[in-house]
């Protein structure tokens, strides 16, 4: 199995202005709305109990730096809003390895790699001070402590991460799955290139100049001398 999701910690009102930045981020990186079938790239937003679930299909191939990007705009663009401590939770399964990625005013905050053959140790006072970097996604003193002994040794199960971090059902499967799950709310945002866009415009303009018949082409064909 392998897939990858973000979890974005957003209110679910928040609907408009999450799409505005999903498109905002995707003009920057010249890519504009386009219709699914012409879509090089996809996202999808699902609203959730935490939030908003948001899959990407070019992050679900692997791409973590498409990952970073959309977790960076993400909290980047809330906090602006004026919501603060606004984060974002990227989440990458490949077989037994699971990566969690926390992102907060436009930054990757931490990374924690949880390992299939983990090595038990007690927490130390530098495992306190990084879980205080997940505080927003941490309720009570006992949560805190957890994320310690998670930092500290890299293990947990499944269950315990979705528990201690706010994950539903959303986390556990990819862009992949989305035609098979069918999450309820679901919103596409497909994009193409802008530079595709304006290949294929202006094949069509030298289409037209190159008909015998056209307009421009009767301009453009060299007259023959008398």
């Given at each position: 199995m392998q897939y990858?999701?973000?979890?974005?910690?957003?209110?679910?009102?928040s609907r408009d202005l999450l799409i505005h930045t999903v498109e905002l981020h995707m003009a920057r990186n010249d890519m504009r709305p386009c219709s699914?079938?012409?879509?090089?790239?996809?996202?999808?937003?699902?609203?959730?109990?935490?939030?908003?679930?948001?899959?990407?299909?070019?992050?679900?191939?692997?791409?973590?730096?498409?990952?970073?990007?959309?977790?960076?705009?993400?909290?980047?663009?809330?906090e602006k809003s004026g919501a603060?401590?606004?984060?974002?939770?990227?989440?990458?399964?490949?077989?037994?390895?699971?990566?969690?990625?926390?992102?907060?005013?436009?930054?990757v905050r931490d990374?924690?790699?949880?390992?299939?053959?983990p090595v038990a140790r007690p927490a130390t006072f530098t495992d306190m001070l990084r879980a205080r970097r997940w505080r927003p996604l941490l309720g009570k003193r006992e949560e805190r402590a957890a994320m310690a002994k998670l930092l500290a040794c890299g293990d947990a199960s499944p269950a315990e991460i979705c528990r201690l971090l706010h994950l539903d059902g959303a986390s556990r499967y990819g862009f992949r799955s989305l035609e098979l799950e069918q999450p309820e709310g679901m919103?596409?945002?497909?994009?193409?290139?802008?530079?595709?866009?304006?290949?294929?415009?202006?094949?069509?303009?030298?289409?037209?100049v190159q008909q015998p018949g056209s307009?421009?082409?009767?301009?453009?064909r060299r007259r023959d001398p008398h």
């Open positions: 990858a999701m973000l979890q974005a910690y957003w209110p679910r009102h699914r079938e012409e879509a090089e790239r996809t996202v999808a937003l699902v609203p959730n109990s935490s939030g908003w679930a948001v899959y990407d299909d070019c992050a679900d191939r692997m791409d973590l730096s498409a990952m970073d990007g959309l977790g960076r705009a993400l909290t980047r663009r809330l603060s401590g606004t984060v974002a939770l990227g989440v990458v399964v490949s077989e037994e390895k699971r990566l969690l990625r926390l992102y907060a005013g436009g930054r990374t924690l790699l949880l390992s299939p053959h919103i596409w945002l497909p994009f193409r290139s802008e530079t595709t866009v304006k290949q294929k415009l202006s094949e069509r303009i030298l289409n037209v307009a421009a082409g009767a301009c453009l």
